[in-house]
């Protein structure tokens, strides 16, 4: 048989100038393929996405990159924002809240990286009586809206003592993740009495290390957000790494399939095989055919896998953001608004390991059978 002649087999036999029915038929086997790879994919974006997040809220609305205590005017660092810290407990007319207050310059503090973090509302404070920014969350408990006024007891270390403050909302916040939006509050430096300290926001987050022992040996103390917060950090991590050890179950699990494809499509097309026998075709040509046809099916499936993780994955955070405003609990450990980004080395990367496996798992499968067992499949009725 000529090359021309096979290769069209090939085609035809893939679905190529066939009927939709026909084309069906042909994906079909190769829909757990296609779902695996939409699972892989998927959850590979929404957790890394979600990790990147978190990383980034922990970083804006957590301690910097980098956390020295007192004030630090040190250059060449990053930029950096002096903070006064202390608890306090807010109370309105409906109800009671604890807060955790950051002192904070407004002008400089909310940044457009922060506020877009944030996804901050903002009122005009420049007139305004001790101005506060609380998170849509508090603003719910207390049931307060942007200019309305409530009173909080804050501690004031001078004093060693708590004190009233009548302040006026000025903003509402909704970062999406329960764990700052349950308490933090964000109100003038000089509104609280304390110590000052200094976060610092590096431009580069691989130096945070190298930074924190520069700063230590400068003999500034300084921490890092990953040791301030090392059991969020340490949960995230470990998600991403479970992640990648799952992934290589699903990819195993996954190129097995790729045996029963093929084995689908040699019992539809005995005898058409049997013919290629009688014109001379050998058996290891007869397998590298229908290895070929499985896995250019298997690549549509996985590709397919690849755009349906991708376009679904722009709509998750919209979905989270909704069930969690409809009260889900079971979302209050996660971060429920955040960018998707697209992981395009490690989708290629994952992929194509299910790839390679599928075709070694498929040729290991192929040379299992001798002649004689594909006769008496070709043969049986």
């Known amino acids: 048989m000529k090359e021309s002649d096979l290769g069209l087999y090939i085609r035809r036999k893939s679905g190529h100038h066939m009927s939709f029915r026909y084309k069906i ?5 190769a829909l757990l393929v296609l779902l695996v790879s939409f699972a892989l994919n998927f959850s590979q974006i929404f957790i890394l996405s979600m990790a990147e997040g978190i990383e980034k ?11 020295v205590a007192g004030h630090y005017d040190g250059k060449g660092e990053g930029e950096v924002f002096y903070v006064k810290e202390s608890g306090a407990l807010a109370f309105s007319a409906d109800d009671s809240a604890p807060l955790y207050l950051k002192g904070v310059d407004f002008d400089s503090y909310f940044t457009d990286e922060r506020r877009s973090l944030l996804r901050l509302e903002m009122e005009e404070y420049d007139d305004v009586l001790n101005p506060v920014i609380i998170s849509r969350r508090i603003a ?14 804050v501690y004031d270390e001078d004093m060693d003592r708590t004190r009233p403050l009548l302040v006026t909302v000025a903003g509402i916040y909704d ?9 933090l509050s964000y109100i003038p430096s000089a509104l609280l009495n304390g110590s000052e300290h200094s ?23 300084a921490t890092s957000y990953k040791r301030l917060y090392s059991g969020i950090y340490e949960n995230v991590g470990l998600s991403v790494n479970v992640l990648y050890g799952v992934f290589v179950i699903l990819v195993i699990l996954a190129s097995f399939f790729s045996s029963n494809i093929s084995f689908y499509y040699i019992d539809r097309d005995k005898k058409d095989i049997a013919l290629l026998f009688l014109s001379g075709l050998s058996l290891s040509r007869i397998r590298r055919v229908y290895a070929s ?29 909704s069930l969690s405003s409809h009260g889900f609990a079971a979302l209050d450990a996660y ?8 992981p395009f080395a490690r989708i290629i990367a994952v992929n ?3 790839l390679l496996c599928s075709y070694l798992t498929l040729l290991i499968a192929l040379g299992c059978h001798k002649r004689e067992d594909l006769v008496k499949l070709f043969s049986a009725e």
């Open 293 to 321: 046809m499985t896995i250019r099916i298997v690549f549509v499936a996985t590709a397919s896998g690849i755009l349906l993780a991708i376009l679904f994955s722009f709509l998750t955070p919209s979905i989270l953001s």
């Open 175 to 183: 970062s999406g993740y329960m764990e700052f939006d349950s308490m």
């Open 57 to 67: 809220i922990l970083i804006y609305l957590g301690s910097g990159s980098v956390r």
């Open 140 to 153: 719910e408990v207390l049931c307060v809206s942007p200019s309305s006024r409530f009173t909080i007891l």
């Open 25 to 29: 038929s042909v994906f079909l086997p």
């Open 335 to 342: 971060l429920t608004s955040f960018e998707i980004i697209m």
């Open 352 to 354: 194509a390991f299910l």
């Open 199 to 221: 976060e610092i926001i590096l431009s580069n987050s691989e130096s945070v290390d190298d930074s924190v022992a520069s700063l230590s040996s400068s003999g500034y103390p």
